[in-house]
């Protein structure tokens, strides 16, 4: 079996540069004074200029990400689905016991293996929560270890597909970024239904990804990240964007750039 086409990223029925693009500088945080952008990593909620402008949507059935204490919160794309999403989505972080009280009847658990059901061929009916793990594989394996009530859960899947991710990862492109893992969930869930109900999951990710590649459009000299993915800039679909800008001038020509020197 060949391995997965990446998905078109570009199709997603979001326009979120038209929004975004306005939030020139970071603020504080309207409730813990942290410095942001768009939105808190901590308090789950957008900043002031952009309240009533994000899109908001109901999901068909609950979501309890459960994030890994040593997962970083500026790094988690996960909060991306509580800000479009907040009446379904809770973030929890991990301790032995934070499940206890979850009903794993009712429960699902987004994690492969051979036991694992593809989505796409259930009835998701009788499933009133699911349950995504955010942090490493290493740390999600470990999770699973410590914790009787994921054990219990029935497991669940999504078809594969390569990561649109921009962050170098040490794993195979088809490990998704937890909010793509989240967004093809709902998805497929829905079959050949579909009618984009759920692309805003993606509205902050397509952002993101778009801003990565008007950079090196901007600058197609730089040299980028050898390790990601073959082909991952589109150069001659990329469309410049003068609203990118870098916060270290200085790793303009550093080969395996990072890009949270992007200021997203």
């Not at 060949?2 to 979001?14: C, F, K, R």
């Not at 009533?52 to 609950?62: E, N, S």
């Not at 929890?92 to 051979?114: E, H, K, N, S």
Request: aromatic share 12%; net charge negative.
């Amino acid at each position: 079996m060949g391995s997965p086409d990446s998905y078109d990223i570009h199709a997603l029925e979001v326009s979120p540069q038209l929004v975004l693009d306005t939030c020139k500088e970071r603020v504080s945080c309207g409730f813990c004074g942290k410095s942001v952008k768009f939105f808190c990593y901590y308090c789950y909620k957008p900043v002031a200029g952009l309240e009533g402008r994000l899109p908001q949507i109901r999901l068909p059935f609950k979501l309890d990400v459960v994030k890994h204490p040593n997962e970083l919160d500026g790094k988690s794309t996960a909060v991306h689905a509580k800000i479009v999403a907040p009446q379904d989505v809770d973030i929890i972080t991990f301790t032995d016991t934070c499940l206890d009280g979850v009903d794993v009847q009712t429960t699902a658990l987004l994690f492969p293996g051979p036991d694992a059901q593809d989505v796409a061929e259930m009835d998701m009916t009788s499933i009133e929560r699911v349950v995504v793990i955010d942090g490493t594989w290493s740390q999600a394996k470990a999770m699973m270890r410590n914790c009787s009530q994921l054990q219990r859960m029935q497991k669940v899947t999504i078809k594969p597909r390569r990561t649109r991710f921009w962050r170098f990862q040490n794993v195979d492109d088809q490990y998704l970024a937890t909010i793509e893992a989240i967004y093809f969930l709902y998805r497929d869930s829905v079959g050949s239904n579909y009618n984009g109900e759920y692309d805003a999951l993606m509205y902050f990710y397509k952002y993101f990804y778009e801003h990565i590649q008007s950079e090196y459009a901007s600058q197609p000299e730089r040299c980028f990240n050898h390790r990601h993915q073959k082909n991952y800039i589109e150069y001659d679909s990329a469309a410049p964007n003068p609203n990118v800008r870098l916060t270290k001038p200085d790793t303009v020509a550093k080969v395996n750039y990072d890009f949270d020197d992007l200021e997203l």
